[in-house]
C-alpha cells in the first residue's frame, strides 16, 4: 500500500484534477501550477533568509548554533548503549 501526503489515494488525485481541469480549464492549469511553484519558493527562501539571520544574531552573542550535531551525537550514544545492553539478549534466528 503506497501512503500519499495527506492520505489521498490514486482514484481521488484524478477527481481532483479532472476537477480542477473542469473549473479552470486545461490551458489555466501550467499557469496556476507556475505560480503555486513561485509561491513556495518565495516562501522557502523567506524561511531560509529567516533562518540565516537567526543563526547570525545568535553567532554574535556567542551563542552555540550547532545543537544539532549534539543531538546526533547523544543519539548515538544511547544507540550504541542499546546495542550493547541488547546484543546479549538477542536471538539468533
Known amino acids: 500500500m503506497v501512503v500519499h501526503p ?3 489515494s490514486g482514484a481521488e488525485i484524478a477527481f481532483i ?3 480542477l481541469v473542469m473549473v479552470f480549464g ?3 492549469i501550467p499557469e496556476i501550477a507556475r505560480g503555486l511553484g513561485k509561491g513556495m519558493r518565495t516562501l522557502r527562501n523567506a524561511s531560509n533568509d529567516i533562518k540565516s539571520e537567526i543563526q ?3 553567532e554574535k552573542q556567542g551563542i552555540d548554533t550547532d ?3 549534539d543531538i546526533k ?3 548515538d550514544k544511547v544507540k ?3 546495542d550493547d545492553i541488547t546484543g546479549s539478549v538477542k536471538r539468533r534466528f
Open 6 to 8: 495527506l492520505f489521498i
Open 17 to 19: 484534477m479532472f476537477i
Open 26 to 28: 486545461a490551458d489555466k
Open 56 to 58: 547570525k544574531s545568535a
Open 67 to 69: 545543537i544539532s550535531k
Open 73 to 75: 551525537g547523544e543519539i
Open 80 to 82: 550504541e548503549d542499546i
